[in-house]
């Protein structure tokens, strides 16, 4: 297998997806060598990157060979991840050992475990839902979360599993415990422990995107607006539309906080709830941490000087970080959810005559109905137009007409995940 020669820094990744898939041209553009784990040969990832050995994250030998292989290739710098899916036991083992792990075992758990998060985020003093861990016990879980119900406005909460959830799975509205027996009896049983939430009452979800270096270098993106559908990320507009200044700088100050009090090394993205004040006034509360690059920063890959990519290698590599500043007015990234093609690829031809300024990446995956399988980057001056453009292009490739297609904000499903 070919792979990075011994004079250029090699940073190795765990995980195959559209993450990992993106890093490879950043990593190019730098002369940084990428090593990637791949949980198959056909993965997205491997489909670009030479060095990509298979494995899952669990396999703590596979781990060890992606640092140091014994087949002459040079020994990776560093590790990072494009998913929060590692032993947390292995990671500190390598620290212990001189393999640096960014980000390190004690913040990615953060990412890992809502109920880890939550607490620390509360001892931060990071503005969050009023939430409440519930017990392990089904029966003092049942009464827990029925009095948490009965102090909430709307009747209604948001349970999650501390763990393993991700695009609204592992979230639910509920109304009485009942609505979750079958979780607490998982619990019960050892699997992960629950949470509850109140339900906010959100105007619009923002995410702050962060990149930190081990020497403390932070710098933050603009803030933008990401528009769920079904509980997946359907848009995102750079920047938020209508944002107030103070609530922007707010939003962005949270995520350094985050950052720094966490100890994150590499792209932290922070979800947040926009909840508009009975005065008009608007205030951000955190809703989830994502430890690496993400879909929220797609954008930046062609709407900001330093993409998120970019910026990631940079960070676990200690380099000076980039510019974060946006190069047009308005971008706006549609995502692809599905499609009704037999290859995505079909679409190029009518897509890149109708929308020539689009940018089309495509993540290599197999289609399936809901799957996140690319992504379309439109800027412009006039968000309106910008936004219809994407959405047309974005249906062009699920095998969709484009005149059908309208911007996911218009037809918004607000689902607290």
């Not at 190795?12 to 990992?20: C, E, K, P, S, Y």
């Not at 509205?173 to 992960?192: H, I, K, M, Q, T």
């Not at 607006?225 to 949270?254: F, K, M, N």
């Not at 994150?264 to 005065?279: C, M, Q, Y």
């Amino acid at each position: 297998m070919t792979g990075p020669t011994a004079d250029h820094p090699v940073v190795a990744v765990v995980g195959g997806g559209q993450l990992a898939r993106m890093m490879a041209p950043a990593a190019a553009e730098l002369g940084v060598g990428l090593r990637v784990l791949v949980e198959d040969a056909a993965s997205s990832a491997a489909q670009v990157v030479t060095d990509a050995p298979v494995g899952v994250a669990s396999d703590e030998a596979a781990i060890r060979a992606l640092i140091a292989p014994d087949d002459g290739r040079p020994a990776a710098r560093v590790l990072t991840f494009e998913h929060e899916h590692v032993p947390n036991a292995l990671l500190a083992d390598l620290i212990d050992h001189g393999t640096p792990v960014r980000p390190g075992p004690h913040a990615l758990v953060q990412a890992q475990d809502k109920i880890v998060m939550r607490r620390r985020l509360t001892e931060l003093g990071v503005p969050c839902p009023r939430w409440s861990a519930l017990p392990t016990d089904p029966a003092e879980g049942r009464a827990a979360l029925a009095e948490f119900l009965a102090g909430a406005p709307s009747g209604e909460a948001v349970v999650k599993t501390s763990r393993g959830g991700y695009d609204g799975k592992g979230v639910r509205v509920v109304s009485a415990a009942d609505d979750v027996a079958d979780w607490f009896e998982a619990v019960a049983a050892g699997g992960p422990a629950l949470l509850v939430e109140e339900k906010v009452p959100f105007a619009r979800e923002l995410a702050a995107l962060v990149a930190r270096r081990p020497s403390g270098e932070v710098r933050t993106w603009p803030v933008v607006e990401s528009v769920q559908r079904d509980g997946v990320c359907a848009e995102v507009v750079a920047p938020a539309p209508d944002l107030a200044p103070e609530v922007a700088a707010r939003a962005r100050e949270i995520a350094e906080t985050v950052a720094t009090g966490l100890d994150v090394t590499g792209v932290l993205a922070v979800e947040l709830f926009e909840v508009v004040d009975g005065d008009g006034t608007s205030q951000v509360l955190v809703n989830e941490l994502a430890m690496r690059p993400h879909n929220s920063g797609h954008w930046t890959i062609d709407g900001a000087v330093t993409s998120q990519f970019s910026q990631h290698l940079r960070a676990v590599l200690d380099l000076p970080l980039g510019d974060t500043a946006p190069v047009a007015r308005w971008t706006v990234m549609a995502n692809v959810l599905g499609s009704r093609l037999d290859a995505l690829t079909d679409a190029l031809p009518e897509l890149l005559a109708r929308f020539p300024e689009a940018r089309v990446n495509l993540y290599g995956k197999g289609i399936r109905p809901g799957r996140k399988l690319g992504h379309v980057n439109v800027s412009g001056t006039d968000l309106a137009e910008v936004r219809r453009r994407a959405a047309a292009a974005a249906a062009l490739l699920r095998g969709e007409a484009p005149e059908s297609a309208a911007p996911a904000g218009t037809t918004v499903i607000k689902e607290q995940a």
